[in-house]
């Protein structure tokens, strides 16, 4: 069963224990809410996985060794499925080859028990901190491409022969436009994609892979 979370940090996030043993699901609990952080813990990655996530930064305290699927076999399926979440490794019965294993599968600690304190607060501020970076790289390449959307075909096409460099006059000549008419489309482009400059705006186009191919 889930033990009751604490009362959650300023930022919402949330770190979530699995661990078979009973004693160091509490004692990794208390250790963590002491420090301020928002904690469900779990007996196994079943009841991780039927337990609703929220859409806070999160991370993963894992116990290698687990009854029935290991903790590296649990990575694994988290990765098939395309989870993103940053996982701290723990173990007793740790060895270089598992550490290597879990490390290069994109853990982002491994340690081994006993461990200090110190050491399991301090990775999980680490992946904590890489979850928030990731989640807002997402949410601004969905901004970006959202407003990548809302431009017109026109629109897209001066944006597209403006960032490979090509002057107004040249845009109209190949549109078969007049450059009043270039210059309105681009200005629109520009608001629309909020680019507070056009090297703004190059940028973004960069991020899209737009104007390459053209």
Same mark, same amino acid.
């Given at each position: 069963m889930s033990a009751p979370?604490?009362?959650p940090q300023s930022n919402g996030s949330i770190v979530y224990v699995v661990d078979d043993d009973a004693s160091i699901r509490d004692a990794l609990?208390?250790?963590?809410?002491?420090?301020?952080?928002?904690?469900e813990t779990f007996a196994s990655t079943t009841e991780f996985l039927l337990q609703p996530k929220t859409a806070s930064a999160s991370c993963l305290v894992l116990?290698?060794? &687990?009854?029935? $699927? *290991?903790?590296?076999?649990?990575?694994?399926?988290?990765?098939?499925?395309?989870?993103a979440i940053p996982i701290i490794f723990i173990t007793g019965h740790g060895d270089i080859e598992m550490?290597?294993? =879990?490390?290069?599968?994109?853990?982002?600690?491994?340690? =081994?028990?006993p461990f200090r304190e110190q050491d399991l607060l301090d990775a999980v501020s680490s992946a904590l901190q890489t979850d928030i970076k990731r989640r807002e790289l997402e949410r601004q390449s969905s901004n970006l491409h959202a407003d990548y959307q809302s431009l017109t075909v026109r629109e897209k096409?001066?944006? =597209?022969? =403006?960032?490979?460099?090509?002057? $107004?006059?040249?845009?109209?000549?190949?549109? $078969? &436009? *007049?450059?009043?008419?270039?210059?309105?489309?681009? *200005?629109h482009a520009m608001k629309k994609m909020h680019a507070r400059s056009f090297a703004d705006l190059v940028r973004m186009a960069e991020a899209l892979g737009v104007g390459h191919s053209c």
């Open positions: 979370s604490s009362e609990s208390n250790l963590l809410r002491s420090a301020g952080i928002r904690v116990d290698v060794r &687990l009854q029935g $699927n *290991s903790g590296l076999d649990f990575q694994r399926q988290l990765v098939e499925s395309n989870s550490s290597v294993k =879990a490390m290069k599968a994109g853990a982002v600690d491994f340690l =081994a028990k096409e001066v944006m =597209a022969l =403006a960032v490979r460099g090509l002057m $107004n006059k040249q845009i109209a000549g190949e549109m $078969n &436009l *007049s450059e009043i008419t270039i210059k309105i489309h681009r *200005s």
